[in-house]
């Protein structure tokens, strides 16, 4: 890659955005080494997930130069492997997302490429619908899921709803370094591509057959009369983004009605005022939630982050709220779905779930008492979604029961090949409906559980490794845990070592790293796709949640010296 102070002077002399131009300037009057630096020593790299960064001017951020050369690299595959390609846009409610929509769109129309766009913000659940629903060559939605306000992403799907493979990730990219983002971009005007029909709006009758698809996937046994007898309460909070129409339209469909909503996190907002960090993972995010219910009493606080693809819980525990984890809303969510198909009659021995390689052992203890098949996968809800893609191309996509990925991300259908939140939003209200019929919230249902098989703790730890360097330093840890792995972990011996980048289990090749100690616990080392951190995945199963819990923060203190 050229010089950062050469890129920075091509920037300057062709970029025509006033707004990026005026902080290209900036930065080159400053002198400011670090921002000139940041802003340009790395191209943003296009994989399966697509691009993801902040906003701003140069190589390395989110902006409509960058986010042009993606989408030409893009509609180059689409002319070259489809014939009279088609492309489903959405957006969520991150900033700059309508610009870089209409962006897209008008370089696809200029490249003969047919855009169906999404007219309001919608959920990445919806993208991955209307791309299967309208039979599209493909799918875009710009978001940056759940990380801060400065951040937007491009996410690109495959005609199946999944995100584009591999193979597709790389014919895009091939295509993208070959194309200068100032020469070699071809577009339009998008109100001209609009009256072409090159870019077609997606109507409200597309939505409708989401929300009706979506509550097809109810498993609720339960009567009128008994729900009519102990209403569920809810507290939601959409997080300023998508969620606020599709969630509480889908609740109603399903008879969930006493809705109470965050006021401050109701209506979209990109700056995402109430916390920089929407992510319903943290308390942080979840605390205007939390305070709300300490008025209004609920059964239970969902949040949905911003492109409502996960989703996140609390309950009442004592005078405070607790948080469950992803791992376990995951277990909750199979062991009800397994309840109800049971008490249907259903024979559960043919059907299947999906998981991922980081996420609970418990999963294995529910396989075991209701007899489905377990599929475990890399992380990224892609490769959930091959898995149903795979059972739908082989005429058995019935087989499919639920997927999930630790990180709040989990789905019960095939209507769509994504972790879909709204999705998750009804089933968890009609599991918290259940489990209040019989005296239990969710956390105490969860209790239960660890009561019945066992205390699986879990923990992610993410380290971050930002700058220039930072992805020189995340390369060399992995390389040095490769080349020379510790012997133990928090006192306990590494009874093996598993390399994920040599196809274990048939997988595809992944960096990836599990340590696997005596005792039946382990840890996961994995740099992150979309972001310059490494995260620690930490699994541990103690007596009681105490001895759990301490063997959980033996082996982060451990696993934080590793990755230093």
Not at 58 to 78: C, E, H, K, P, S
């Amino acid at each position: 890659m050229a010089d950062v102070h050469e890129l920075l002077s091509v920037w300057i002399e062709n970029v025509k955005d006033e707004e990026l131009l005026a902080e290209l300037k900036a930065m080159k009057e400053a002198g400011d080494e670090e921002a000139i630096t940041d802003a340009f020593f790395q191209e943003l790299a296009f994989g399966t997930a697509g691009l993801r960064g902040t906003l701003g001017a140069g190589t390395n951020r989110m902006n409509i130069y960058t986010v042009g050369r993606a989408t030409q690299g893009f509609a180059d595959y689409l002319v070259k492997n489809f014939e009279n390609p088609t492309v489903a846009i959405a957006r969520d409610s991150r900033n700059n997302g309508e610009l870089f929509v209409k962006t897209t769109a008008a370089i696809l129309a200029a490249n003969g490429v047919t855009s169906y766009v999404y007219p309001k913000i919608s959920p990445v659940p919806t993208l991955s619908w209307a791309t299967r629903y309208l039979e599209c060559s493909g799918g875009i939605c710009m978001t940056a899921s759940h990380n801060p306000a400065a951040y937007n992403g491009y996410k690109a799907y495959g005609p199946d709803g999944c995100q584009i493979t591999s193979e597709a990730a790389d014919a895009i990219s091939a295509a993208m370094n070959a194309c200068d983002p100032f020469h070699d971009v071809k577009t339009m005007d998008f109100d001209e591509a609009v009256e072409q029909g090159l870019v077609k709006w997606i109507g409200d009758e597309v939505l409708d057959a989401y929300y009706d698809a979506v509550a097809d996937k109810s498993v609720n046994n339960l009567t009128d009369e008994q729900i009519a007898n102990a209403p569920l309460k809810l507290v939601y909070t959409p997080l300023n983004g998508t969620g606020l129409i599709p969630v509480t339209t889908v609740l109603n469909k399903v008879g969930v009605t006493d809705i109470t909503v965050v006021p401050e996190q109701r209506d979209p907002d990109g700056d995402f005022p109430t916390c920089p960090y929407p992510n319903p993972e943290i308390r942080e995010a979840m605390q205007k939630g939390i305070d709300l219910c300490q008025e209004v009493k609920p059964d239970l606080l969902l949040a949905t982050d911003p492109d409502a693809d996960r989703v996140g819980v609390a309950c009442a525990d004592g005078d405070d709220y607790t948080l469950l984890t992803g791992n376990e809303m995951g277990v909750l969510l199979l062991d009800y779905i397994c309840k109800m198909r049971a008490e249907r009659g259903e024979d559960l021995s043919n059907k299947v779930a999906v998981t991922t390689i980081v996420s609970s052992a418990m999963v294995d203890a529910l396989a075991e008492e209701y007899g489905f098949e377990l599929r475990r996968c890399l992380t990224g809800f892609k490769y959930i979604g091959d898995i149903i893609t795979g059972l739908s191309d082989a005429g058995e996509v019935d087989r499919f029961i639920f997927g999930f990925e630790e990180s709040y991300g989990y789905l019960s259908g095939d209507h769509v090949r994504d972790k879909d939140a709204v999705n998750a939003s009804m089933l968890i209200c009609q599991m918290a409906q259940y489990y209040k019929l019989q005296g239990k919230n969710l956390v105490q249902a969860m209790r239960a559980l660890y009561e019945k098989h066992g205390f699986y703790h879990n923990k992610t730890v993410s380290l971050s490794y930002p700058g220039a360097d930072g992805a020189a330093k995340m390369a060399g840890i992995m390389a040095g845990l490769r080349a020379e792995a510790p012997a133990e972990i928090a006192g306990a011996k590494v009874e093996a070592v598993v390399d994920y980048a040599t196809c274990v289990n048939g997988l595809p090749k992944a960096d990836v790293i599990e340590f696997d100690l005596e005792g039946g616990n382990k840890a996961i080392v994995r740099p992150s796709g979309t972001e310059p951190k490494i995260k620690l995945y930490i699994f541990a199963k103690g007596e009681d949640a105490a001895a759990a819990d301490a063997l959980i923060d033996a082996i982060e203190e451990d696993g934080r010296k590793l990755l230093s």
